[in-house]
């Protein structure tokens, strides 16, 4: 097995002149089983195995065993993969992205994740990820190889998908198109920073007319269902229809909500309706521990890498927000900050996760935020987030942790297929390398 030589972060501008397209093909199906021994296999769901094997065919895994055991194969020749000393890791998973909707925020052309109009529940994600975006590759590298991909703007954006990093179509990187419906909960505190042009009249008044309008939405698709209900000649409505699965239970509802004020307003709103309810943000949530496990309410953290927002917060509040979630018993995973500068940078999120390791967070359960809770909270475990028989797949090989900054992914398999690693950022990095080497500047094998 090849090591892939770790790469430098070429500069954001250089990223951008080189375009939206990227030339790494999709990975072919897998034909033969395949094994992969002498790992130290990290689970997630059933503890850590020395020196096991995964065998897996047709993307899905077989067996998980220890050392020792094995299985037999008498009609089909297998793929070995000695991974002595190396690891074995669900991929990473990241969610609340816009990872695959957007390629360069500067160019509209390129940014993908907004309807027209405040309520667009009928807006899925899926259908508008560039397979070719130059930032999956540079994402999937860092072990991510699953994400949980939101609309964004208005107040209901759309619908969530949740899309494998590798594909040659959207409909190939699709694992679920209808994740739970995105509401943007409007900030029901006014802003006082120096940088707020508008009144607090005038901010309240907003808040109010945005509430109206996501109260509105749901009375209408409620309306619109009991009469489909009472008369079949009610002609179906895409937009309403696009609301069921979130009213009726079957999915949840994504609240993104940060301060303390915005996430006590959407889960007292969300509880009343009985919603099964996931905020997306919640910086504020240790702040509504009781509230938050009352009412069955799981929270997407979007990141530890910020300032705490009061001036008497303590300076590490940010990054211990997970382990104070854990500790309380709150259902949460680590989530991106999901805007559009964020895109290009998700492989940091495990830099980020790695913070509030640093800061009380057990490093088990941090690997679980990133991959089994994470599928969790958008719908996929059944599929994907564990080593484990029956799931798909998709796993890293590391030569250690993943959240260490050192750490190389030496290889990964989405759905068993085995992906190239290569990406725009390692391609110049070789490229500029081999001009050093020719300037007789630097010596190193090739």
């Known amino acids: 097995m090849n090591r892939i030589l770790s790469f430098f972060v070429v500069s954001m501008s250089l990223a951008a002149a080189a375009g939206a397209q990227d030339l790494i093909h999709s990975a072919p199906p897998q034909t033969r089983p395949i094994g992969v021994r002498n790992a130290t296999i990290h689970t997630v769901s059933h503890g850590v195995i020395e020196r096991g094997v995964v065998w897996f065919m047709g993307g899905q895994i077989l067996a998980v065993l220890p050392e020792g055991a094995d299985m ?3 009609d089909i020749d297998p793929i070995d993969i000695d991974a002595e000393g190396l690891h074995i890791y669900p991929g990473m998973i990241v969610a ?3 990872t695959g909707l957007v390629e360069i925020n500067a160019v509209n052309a390129t940014r993908d994740f907004a309807e027209t109009g405040d309520v667009t529940p009928e807006v899925r994600a899926a259908p508008a990820i560039n397979p070719d975006s130059t930032i ?3 994402t999937r590298s860092a072990g991510i190889l699953t994400a949980g991909v939101f609309p964004s703007s208005g107040v209901i954006p759309g619908r969530a998908s949740v899309i494998r990093m590798d594909g040659w179509t959207w409909e190939d990187m699709t694992i679920s198109d209808n994740a739970g419906l995105v509401i943007n909960w ?12 508008r009144s607090e009249e005038e901010q309240l008044e907003e808040a109010k007319q945005n ?4 109260e509105d939405a749901f009375r209408s698709a ?6 489909r209900k009472a008369d079949a000649g009610v002609r179906e409505s895409i937009r309403w229809e696009a609301m069921r699965p979130a009213i009726e239970g079957s999915s949840p509802v994504f609240i993104r909500a940060q301060e303390l004020e915005q996430i006590q307003s959407a889960v007292s709103w969300a509880s009343g309706r009985g919603l099964k309810t996931v905020i997306v943000g919640g910086r504020d949530a240790h702040l509504c521990l009781d509230l938050l496990k009352r009412h069955d309410v799981a929270v997407m953290v979007t990141g530890t890498h910020s300032l705490p927002r009061r001036r008497d917060s303590h300076y590490d509040e940010p990054f211990r927000l997970p382990a104070v979630l854990e500790e309380a018993g709150v259902r949460w995973c680590m989530a991106s900050g999901g805007g559009a500068f964020q895109a290009p940078h998700e492989r940091n999120m495990l830099h980020q996760t790695a913070t509030a390791v640093a800061h009380g967070l057990d490093m088990d359960v941090a690997i679980r935020s990133l991959t089994l809770s994470a599928a969790e909270l958008l719908g ?5 987030g564990s080593i484990e028989r029956g799931k798909q797949a998709t796993f890293i090989i590391t030569d250690g942790n993943p959240l260490d900054i050192r750490t190389n992914v030496e290889m990964a398999f989405i759905d068993g297929r085995m992906i190239d690693l290569a990406n725009k950022q390692s391609k110049l990095s070789e490229k500029y390398r ?3 080497r020719q300037l007789g500047l630097i010596e190193e094998e090739r």
């Not at 409007?186 to 042009?197: D, F, H, L, S």
């Open 222 to 227: 409620e309306a619109y269902f009991e009469a």
């Open 186 to 197: 409007p900030v029901v505190r006014p802003v006082t920073a120096w940088w707020m042009q």
């Open 72 to 74: 037999a194969w008498s």
């Open 434 to 436: 081999e001009k050093y």
């Open 211 to 214: 509430l109206a309008k996501i």
């Open 380 to 384: 996929v475990s059944d599929s994907i």
């Open 136 to 138: 999956i590759p540079v």
């Open 96 to 98: 609340n992205t816009l």
